[in-house]
């Protein structure tokens, strides 16, 4: 239900202000003309707050009552709910439960007999007799958020280890999903979402319901055949068969522990009947684990031949796809095919050997031999011309030491710039002839 203390709802910061709630509670004008700011006001303060109360409940649905009672403040209620309500059904964002309902073809809403018959004759005479607008006890699907709870109901069987059996019973479902779905109607009306996408199938066998989910989450889900009904009958019978065993394994301990208490009180023949008791018992476990693995060879072999009908569809699928790639690819076109690359790299050779004897062709009136004789001419005429070396020295080498070299003038060190370098051309020459004479006559 969304009837809910005030202490316990998360509300927007206006509503702490008396003065814009004033506002907010007061009804909508006849028109929007009248004062559409006003009106879109009002709309976008009551519209996500709706959705919102309905997300923090955990419901996917909403009445026009409960609403009243919920958003009750200092003893007054909204008076435009219903104008709001009528806005989201027209926009899309709600839709009236009952439609909702039989949108989707499924044969086990028994719990919805009042919802399909009652309801929609309630809306119908309403509109017979003139009167318009939104029921007080009307119930109205929230679109956005039945899908959000039909995802986690979804993913949630996916991650448990019901998911391990291709089908699985409603009433256990249901129970899993507890903490997820706040009520049975809000679990029901995600069932109700999960077949309308074709995520789930529900088949009422012999009065109990069956649910068959998709594989992966964009798959389509297949009806429930013969087989799916099969493995549900003999999952219910190992289910059934280890109960027995486990009633009859708490038996067989009982009989056990009487015999113990005959024995120490001194009777005898009542020791012997429980031990008898206790065999018959342990007999029937016996039995009942041949059963049961039996039952258990059967569902592992369905289970296998499902697994492998689903590898062969998908080798099946591709081998299509690689036939429909290799459609136009045969053994001789690809022949021909090398043979035009080979034809291609020979014709490619040709071209360069012709492009390579172009020079010699162009350059055929010179004698190769000639040219290598005058070569060897030159070579020769190079190693026979002197080499202007010069003269050797006729005195002798003196005994003693040279003296040291003069100092010379700082000017003579400094290294001329390129602007004074035709300048100081003369100059440095005579200054080497000074120099070499002053050496000499040291000598």
Not at 5 to 19: G, K, Q, V
Not at 153 to 180: A, I, K, M
Not at 271 to 294: N, P, V, W, Y
Not at 362 to 374: I, R
């Amino acid at each position: 239900m969304l009837s809910q203390e005030f202490s316990e709802m998360t509300f927007p910061r206006e509503w702490d202000d008396d003065e814009r709630m004033a506002v907010l509670f007061s009804a909508f004008k006849q028109n929007r003309d009248v004062n559409p700011l006003d009106w879109d006001s009002k709309m976008k303060f009551w519209t996500p707050l709706i959705l919102d109360v309905a997300k923090q409940k955990g419901v996917v649905w909403v009445t026009l009552n409960e609403l009243k009672e919920t958003f009750r403040r200092k003893g007054s209620i909204p008076l435009g709910l219903g104008t709001v309500l009528e806005s989201m059904i027209r926009q899309g964002a709600l839709r009236c439960e009952s439609d909702f309902v039989t949108s989707v073809e499924s044969g086990w809403i028994s719990w919805g007999l009042d919802l399909l018959l009652v309801k929609p004759l309630k809306w119908t005479f309403s509109t017979m007799m003139g009167s318009s607008g939104v029921q007080p006890e009307d119930s109205f699907v929230v679109k956005q958020l039945i899908k959000e709870k039909a995802d986690e109901v979804y993913h949630l069987f996916q991650d448990s280890s019901l998911s391990t059996h291709p089908v699985v019973p409603f009433s256990e479902l249901q129970s899993l999903c507890n903490t997820t779905c706040q009520d049975e109607k809000t679990f029901k009306l995600a069932m109700l979402q999960l077949q309308a996408e074709k995520r789930a199938a529900v088949l009422d066998y012999k009065g109990e319901k069956i649910v068959k989910f998709t594989r992966t989450p964009k798959a389509k889900v297949a009806s429930l055949n013969d087989v799916d009904i099969g493995v549900y009958q003999l999952m219910k019978s190992e289910k059934l068969l280890s109960e027995r065993m486990e009633l009859l394994s708490k038996e067989a301990e009982r009989c056990k522990e009487e015999a113990r208490c005959h024995v120490k009180n001194g009777k005898q023949k009542l020791a012997l009947r429980s031990l008898r008791a206790k065999k018959r018992a342990e007999k029937q476990i016996d039995g009942f684990h041949l059963k049961l693995d039996t039952i258990q060879a059967i569902l592992d072999r369905i289970y296998s031949a499902q697994t492998d009908t689903t590898v062969t569809d998908a080798y099946q699928a591709g081998l299509d796809a690689l036939k429909l790639a290799m459609k136009d690819v045969t053994v001789e076109k690809t022949e021909n095919l090398m043979d035009q690359i080979q034809e291609m790299c020979d014709t490619q050779e040709d071209i360069n050997r012709t492009l390579a004897s172009l020079g010699t062709e162009l350059s055929g009136d010179t004698d190769m031999d000639e040219l290598e004789q005058e070569l060897d001419y030159i070579l020769e005429n190079a190693e026979m011309q002197p080499v202007d070396l010069p003269e050797v020295p006729i005195k002798p080498l003196p005994s003693e030491p040279l003296p040291a070299l003069p100092d010379l003038p700082e000017s003579l060190l400094e290294l001329p710039c390129d602007s004074t370098k035709e300048k100081n051309k003369y100059a440095l020459e005579e200054d080497l002839d000074t120099l070499m004479t002053h050496m000499s006559l040291e000598a």
